[in-house]
């Protein structure tokens, strides 16, 4: 399973932010909304959300780096928003505050110049995760977290749904390597996801589900769609086509006995 948007509801706020000693940190949560203008990520809308009343500065093209943040010119400064050691990239340390919340997403903004703010972006569990993993444990499945969110966030979902086996900060590329290792392994991987960066890997798994109201391209990738989101409908599905394959090889049998 992806996390955002999949296990999760994908209605991500701003929880908290930290500004840090930068010429521009009053103006950070306006810049952080310019740069993610036109996104449709869930962490772009809800600092969107969060800078509502805020004028937002003009900016450049922006450059995006799938699973790492976005970056583009701001009067006539290198701006980046995205993972803390993306933005670090530009020259600039990050020391990250203590007093977060441990189980939000942390995006970091910041230049050459230094960092000038970090947000924790959270997001809400849907009812029916807990529900859902349990019943596919008590089918015998192995059900794994793949999330490009922090160690954090991610270590505190799979803890609440009793999720062993967890990646947390992996990119496109991870992802797909994840999968592709457990399919080296001998197992049949069934991918759940949502996003833009999810595509690769729902092309990649033995079968795929996309939610029906994840990305275009995450749709597009998938070979089934989860229609309303209800994540129920998985264990349904499941069961439905396990009597499928019971009848197909029933009828197999009875027609192999009849021409015999």
């Known amino acids: 399973f992806d996390k955002t948007g999949t296990l999760t509801h994908g209605r991500m706020h701003l929880l ?14 306006a810049i952080a909304a310019a740069l993610e203008q036109g996104s449709e990520h869930p962490i772009a809308r809800a600092l969107l959300q969060a800078a509502e009343d805020h004028a937002l500065p003009a900016c450049g093209q922006r450059s995006n780096y799938p699973g790492q943040g976005v970056e583009a010119d701001i009067a006539g400064q290198r701006w ?48 029916d995760s807990a529900a859902l993993v349990q ?3 008590a089918r015998g499945l192995r059900v794994h977290l793949l999330s490009g969110d922090a160690d954090k966030a991610v270590a505190s ?16 590329e991870d ?3 994840y999968v592709g290792q457990l399919q080296q392994a001998g197992a049949r991987v069934l991918m759940v996801g949502d996003g833009v960066n999810d595509a690769p890997v ?24 989860l229609m309303g989101d ?17 009848i197909i090889r029933q009828n197999l049998a009875w027609a192999a006995m009849y021409n015999l």
């Open 16 to 29: 908290a932010s930290h500004r840090f000693s930068h010429p521009d940190a009053e103006q950070a949560l």
């Open 80 to 127: 980046r928003l995205g993972r803390p050691a993306f933005v670090a990239e530009l020259g600039a340390s990050v020391a990250l505050p203590d007093d977060l919340p441990p189980s939000a997403t942390i995006i970091a903004l910041g230049d050459a110049r230094g960092v000038a703010a970090v947000f924790a972006i959270g997001d809400q569990v849907r009812d």
């Open 135 to 137: 019943a596919l444990q």
């Open 157 to 172: 979902l799979a803890a609440q749904l009793q999720i062993a086996d967890y990646r947390a900060a992996a990119t496109p």
């Open 175 to 177: 992802k797909l390597a």
């Open 202 to 225: 729902l092309a990649r798994a033995d079968v795929s589900l996309a939610m029906g109201g994840g990305t275009d391209v995450a749709r597009a990738s998938g070979d089934m769609v």
């Open 230 to 246: 209800e994540l129920g409908r998985l264990p349904q599905a499941l069961g439905l086509a396990a009597r499928c394959m019971h």
